[in-house]
């Protein structure tokens, strides 16, 4: 059974602290893996991995896939309140829908 | 464009009555899906369409649940005979697929049956 496991499931740190949040997946056929900011609304897309090693960088946060070990880390560096929200690993197979599973979330809360 | 519309955003409703959500998704996108999502959990699948044909739905979707796509454009998902069990918030999305799949999504309507 396809599933998607986030670690750690919350977080709390103070702003300018860096974190590294996990996401290990087991999907037949995989596709790509994305990480998702949901705060109290919709998820808005951050990343989209597909190749091992390259690291996408956007400002302070960047990702990185293992596709041999099943993994992903978010890193947010010098982390500010409004980085407060739920980050989402979702993880496309290569199935007749492409659809994404999603793990439950890390809920980072970024205290001033 | 600003992206994934969806209505209404919040709907209350007594158990039993039948709910409809309309999404439009962002132009020109050919895949549109709807996830469900419960608190403390990540969305999950209930179905997707390429254009107006619906190609995959999940175990999820009861028989009360319906989704349409009529003219590969906008959507529908209703829900018959709600149950307390429904109330969850319903998410749309919609990407363009060629070789890679981002999925974007709207901000979801919010259903509460009671």
């Known amino acids: 059974e396809d599933k998607v496991v986030q670690s750690p499931l919350s977080l709390v740190v103070h702003e300018g602290d860096t974190v590294t949040l996990n996401c290990s997946y087991e999907v037949t056929n995989f596709r790509s893996l994305l990480w998702y900011k949901q705060e109290k609304k919709a998820p808005t897309f951050l990343f989209m991995l597909t190749s091992s090693g390259i690291e996408k960088k956007s400002g302070r946060l960047s990702s990185i896939l293992d596709k041999k070990e099943l993994f992903s880390i978010l890193n947010i560096t010098a982390t500010q309140t409004g980085d407060s929200a739920i980050y989402l690993c979702a993880v496309e197979g290569q199935t007749g829908a492409n659809n994404l599973f999603f793990g439950t979330g890390t809920r980072l809360t970024v205290i001033p | 464009d600003t992206g994934v519309s969806q209505n209404p955003r919040h709907k209350i409703t007594k158990r039993g009555q039948n709910v409809t959500f309309r999404c439009d998704p962002i132009s020109e996108h050919n895949r549109l899906y709807w996830y469900r999502q419960t608190l403390g959990q990540g969305p999950e699948f209930l179905t997707y369409f390429q254009n107006e044909a619906q190609l995959e739905k999940s175990r999820l979707l009861s028989d009360r649940f319906s989704a349409e796509r009529p003219k590969g454009s906008f959507s529908t998902l209703e829900i018959q005979r709600t149950e307390q069990g429904d109330s969850a918030m319903y998410l749309c999305?919609?990407?363009?697929?060629?070789?890679?799949?981002?999925?974007?999504f709207g901000e979801g309507s919010w259903l509460t049956v009671v």
């Open positions: 999305a919609s990407s363009f697929f060629v070789s890679g799949n981002t999925i974007y």
